[in-house]
């Protein structure tokens, strides 16, 4: 019998990132592979939202290199995305006509399917929040990063999250997801602490939503 390797989505190497100029994080190196998560942890300000960003391609490494193909990945970060005069099905149906990807069951995965004829803007945040990570679920990306997805939810949200994560990680999709909860899902572990940038002693007075 021939087994095949799991396709590596990630791949980094001697990766350093910066914000406005000052070195956060250096040497960092894994791969992720298809069907497999990575749960990233580290002090208020140590660099992992400013990393994440830097994976996403939504800023250039300071040194290293990032390997992945172009649009495999879809980020989510601290805000939802969401349209407050837009129905949570017209909400829905915005990003799927972005990624061209059908509904399908997405709300109600998110269970949302209830309240897909309200305006967003008459949500709860936990509502907000979990019809922002409907999106994951229509964006037919392999590689998801999440940037704190469980603000905002309830112990019964953060489950139908960890879901969903289960659900793409079976499908041969792959997750890397910054969080200080824990996470109910299989996963290496990358904690940031310990790849400061030399001459970037960690400060925790700094503010994580900058870095």
């Known amino acids: 019998m021939t087994v095949t390797a799991a396709k590596a989505l990630l791949q980094v190497r001697g990766l350093g990132v910066a ?14 592979h298809a069907g497999q998560a990575m749960v990233v942890r580290g002090p208020n300000g140590a660099g992992k939202t ?28 601290h805000l939802d995305g969401v349209k407050a005069m ?18 399908g069951d997405a709300l109600a995965q998110m269970n949302l399917a209830a309240l897909g004829s309200r305006l967003a803007g008459t949500l709860s945040a936990g509502q907000k929040r979990r019809l922002g990570l409907a999106r994951l679920l229509v964006c037919g990306r392999k590689l998801w990063i999440l940037d704190e997805p469980t ?17 793409h990680l079976a499908g041969q999709g792959a997750a890397i997801i910054a969080t200080h909860v824990d996470f109910a899902v299989p996963a290496q572990l ?22």
């Open 86 to 103: 837009l129905t949570v099905q017209e909400n829905l149906d915005f990003w799927c006509k972005i990624y061209d990807q059908p509904a």
């Open 50 to 77: 400013t990393l994440l960003r830097t994976l996403a391609g939504l800023q250039p490494p300071s040194q290293g290199q990032i390997t992945i193909a172009p649009d495999d990945a879809v980020y989510a970060a």
């Open 190 to 211: 990358l904690d940031v602490s310990r790849h400061p940038a030399l001459a970037h002693p960690f400060d925790p007075g700094q503010d994580e939503v900058f870095l």
């Open 151 to 167: 603000v905002s939810l309830d112990a019964a949200s953060v489950a139908l999250l960890e879901g969903a994560v289960q659900r």
């Open 19 to 32: 914000r406005g100029g000052v070195p956060l994080l250096s040497g960092i190196d894994f791969t992720l």
